[in-house]
């Protein structure tokens, strides 16, 4: 099978249905990535496993800030190049930062709970392992009292081609860290499981926890214990590092078609199984009682007029970052999924983010968007059309679309079990 074809034709599949705007921008990004021959590897685990310890150590330069307590609260994206930061933030704004400031964007104790609406941070670093366009991804560490910063590594574990899972010596695996790498499981193309501190621990003990930790991920993971290989390293004392950089290095020099064809083919399964789901919910929409139905539509055209009223009173002979209408569309996003249970997507165009608009013209385009999610659910949800074949042939669409979905996933399915 080629991957690329498949995902080219599944996203003009997605683009001829308004309910899966969101599904086809998704698959849009997957068929860049395959023909840009992008890899991105993730380092992923728990809490204060010394995971950002172990970055700064396979760059072989101390590019992120690390503490005594939870310190990455936001996605870092590392890739080669002239020394260089850049803040990305959710409403498309960007910033660009010295390196010694990352810490008041990604530290937890300074931007607690990502109050700064950080979306990621990307670095550039003149690093000889980033040198054949891999990109490395420092994640926040799952398992602490931050929820956002689980839900952030949760959600990254999606944009994830090759995964170093990072286990330590100082504590067994645990619940948290099993049901991590089964979600993780579902993503990504290549696993590389190491195990740190070891300078911590006698050489005995070591050995006892290697074989552990084998067996568990064995059963984890589903197959062989043969096949699954724990590289033990120091990250703090950098030892083993060049073994893990150089088992990488040769990965992607000999296995890069099929890591990324396995990547994407189970990104794609996942999109298909969250679509079946987005249209399940859809047909409960539609199938509620009369009195249900047209109670969540004015609900929202009531919302919508209050957002039109709030907007034009907040702005008035200023102006305004166009980033403030990404700010408005996440609102209006989240009121969507809330009453209708879909995903309503919105491009963020991080190029315009910063360009300045009068008042005015943030209020007539603020009045366009109003008015195209007004007329877009409305479509979509079919409400007050009393024309029986309009809906009984939007019925059959997506009856249509649930099946051509199922054969997609038939045959990426087969492919991947050859």
Wanted: charged share 30%.
């Amino acid at each position: 099978m080629n991957i690329l074809y498949t995902t080219l034709k599944l996203q003009k599949l997605f683009e001829e249905y308004e309910l899966c705007r969101l599904q086809a921008e998704r698959v849009g990004r997957l068929a860049q990535k395959l023909q840009e021959n992008e890899v991105t590897i993730a380092v992923i685990g728990q809490f204060k496993r010394g995971k950002t310890t172990l970055v700064n150590s396979m760059l072989g330069r101390d590019i992120l800030p690390v503490g005594i307590v939870p310190v990455t609260a936001a996605v870092t994206r590392i890739k080669y190049g002239e020394e260089s930061a850049r803040v990305y933030f959710t409403n498309g704004l960007s910033e660009e930062v010295e390196p010694g400031e990352l810490h008041g964007y990604i530290s937890e104790q300074e931007n607690r709970n990502n109050e700064r609406g950080v979306a990621e941070v990307e670095i550039h670093t003149p690093s000889d392992f980033l040198k054949d366009g891999m990109i490395l991804v420092d994640t926040p560490g799952v398992g602490s009292v931050h929820e956002n910063n689980s839900r952030s590594a949760y959600d990254f574990a999606r944009e994830s081609d090759g995964v170093i899972f990072m286990l330590s010596v100082d504590s067994p695996i645990n619940r948290i860290e099993i049901d991590f790498l089964r979600s993780v499981g579902k993503y990504a193309g290549k696993f590389y499981f190491t195990v740190n501190k070891i300078d911590t621990i006698g050489g005995a003990d070591l050995k006892e926890y290697l074989k552990y930790c084998t067996a568990l991920i064995s059963d984890i993971m589903g197959c062989p214990e043969k096949e699954i290989r724990i590289i033990p390293i120091s990250a703090r004392e950098n030892e083993n590092i060049e073994v893990l950089t150089d088992t990488i290095r040769n990965d992607l020099l000999t296995q890069t078609p099929e890591i990324m064809k396995q990547s994407v083919s189970l990104k794609i399964l996942d999109i298909l199984r969250n679509t079946r789901v987005q249209i399940r919910s859809y047909r409960e929409v539609l199938n509620m009682a009369p009195n249900v139905f047209n109670s969540r539509f004015r609900e929202f055209y009531a919302f919508l007029d209050e957002e039109r009223d709030r907007i034009h009173e907040a702005v008035s002979g200023e102006t305004v970052p166009r980033a403030r209408i990404n700010e408005e569309k996440a609102l209006l996003t989240a009121r969507v999924r809330e009453l209708f249970g879909i995903e309503y997507f919105y491009y963020v165009d991080r190029d315009e983010a910063g360009e300045m608009i009068s008042a005015e013209k943030y209020r007539e385009e603020m009045d366009k968007v109003l008015g195209e999610i007004r007329d877009t659910l409305k479509a979509i949800f079919m409400y007050k059309e009393e024309n029986a074949y309009t809906v009984a042939r939007r019925i059959e669409d997506l009856n249509t679309l649930m099946h051509v979905m199922e054969k997609y996933e038939r045959e990426i399915t087969r492919d991947m079990e050859k």
